[in-house]
């Protein structure tokens, strides 16, 4: 049985202060966006700061009940928690609310609405942990493999269903638990998801032939190189190439017959191949003007005239680093850079330290997830990847992103704490 009256002195103070952090760091991120309508005090519940506040006390409260709660339940209940997640999307589509385009939304009305889609990356996480931390699973083994790409295809599928693409690529995410955990052919599947990536944005850039001549130059001095030194699966390298020049057409297909109008605009905007500073690509021009207006020092707290005027669209939600990056300047996006990083190494760190399988996997479960979100976040705001709209983990205005990584992060925690219970 787990002492549940020294629970504070096992759980990982380092990785719960940077936890905190940046959530007050988010929550005073929020306040300042929302100045823009008036002064008001940061505790006022009819603006964003005060909604968050709340947030934040629901999530306090749920992240210490977890703590309390004996860790083996959420071995025990994770396949139950990825059914209730799923059933959740399944409900979205048919009673969802339409926001911006995406059917993401349960309304329960008096102004509290859901996003599933956030608490459905948690329940793949458990359900992975859960399903490969048995002793008897081995990613070698090719029945594993196509579990788990079940496992995580089922909520990906119905969250791209819901027109929801930037939380549907999160689930990518779990690749690196995969890698970690010896799956065969890992560490190729990234390198080609690098190589789709390149292929669709030069396409894009150049023409479908140009890539084609440039793919078959390559394809002949890899087949030249195979050959003369008998390199064996040469067979699967020619199945490589012809995917690629497959991909080629159906970029060029996909982007001009697919894509609706807004879309092709959004990553020609990204491509710079279309500034359109007064559609699709005001969000981002508007981003880069408040991060660079604000130097290396800041402008300082609620001193950002970007933020004040309510320059950038959505500033307390998908773009609130802009604020970061226009009031706290370059040291201020250094410090919230350095959280992340120090968070990541830390769960890392103590996912390593793990003696139960479970606890390893869902540790690099969440490592990766809020890798992603991160990365993703934080590239959209200063153009390197496209405006897709997911949240930064702990700092964006939002119940649901909130609750659900608060709930990631304390299960993990409590996971670790368990572990000195373990002989």
Known sequence: MTDRNSI??????????????LVI?????????????????????????????????IAFAIGFIILLLDAKLFDAFAFWIY?????????????????????????????????????AKLGTALALASYLGHQDVDL??????????????????????????GSAIVFASFIFLLYREGMPGAGAVMLLAVG?????????????????????????????????????????????????????????YAFNEVLQEHQRTRIEVLLGLNDDIKGAGYNLHQSRIAIGSGG??????????QTKYDFVPEQHTDFIFCTIGEEGGFK????????????LVRIIK????????????????????????????????IGLVPVIGIPLPFLSYGGSSLLAFTIMLAIFVKQDANRLNIL
């Open 8 to 21: 504070i002195g096992k759980v990982d103070w380092p990785l719960l202060l940077m936890y905190f952090a």
């Open 25 to 57: 760091i988010g929550w005073l991120s929020v306040y300042s966006a929302g100045l823009s309508e008036g002064s008001h005090p940061i505790y006022d519940m009819s603006q964003f700061s005060g909604k968050q506040m709340m947030w934040m006390g």
């Open 83 to 119: 059914a209730i997640v799923v059933l959740m999307l399944i409900a979205v589509l048919v009673y969802g609310k339409a926001t911006k385009g995406a059917t993401s939304w349960i309304d329960f009305g008096g102004g509290i609405k859901l996003q599933p889609s956030e608490f």
């Open 140 to 165: 070698k083994n090719r029945r594993t493999r196509i579990w788990s790409y079940i496992i995580i295809f089922i909520p990906a599928a119905l969250v791209l269903l819901q027109n929801d693409t």
């Open 196 to 252: 789709a990536v390149a292929i669709f944005v030069f396409t894009l850039l150049w023409s479908p032939k140009v890539v084609w001549i440039i793919l078959g130059c390559l394809f002949a001095l890899t087949l030249a190189y195979y050959l003369l030194h008998k390199r064996k699966k040469i067979w699967t390298m020619v199945a490589v190439f012809a995917c690629f020049f497959a991909l080629v057409y159906f970029v060029d």
């Open 296 to 305: 290396f020092w800041g402008k300082g707290f609620l001193q950002g005239t």
């Open 332 to 343: 201020g996006s250094f410090v919230v850079l350095l959280l992340y990083i120090g968070m």
């Open 350 to 381: 103590m996912a390593e330290r793990q003696k139960l399988a479970f606890s390893r996997i869902y540790g690099y479960a969440i490592a990766g997830i809020i890798f992603v979100h991160v990365a993703i976040n934080i590239g959209m705001t």
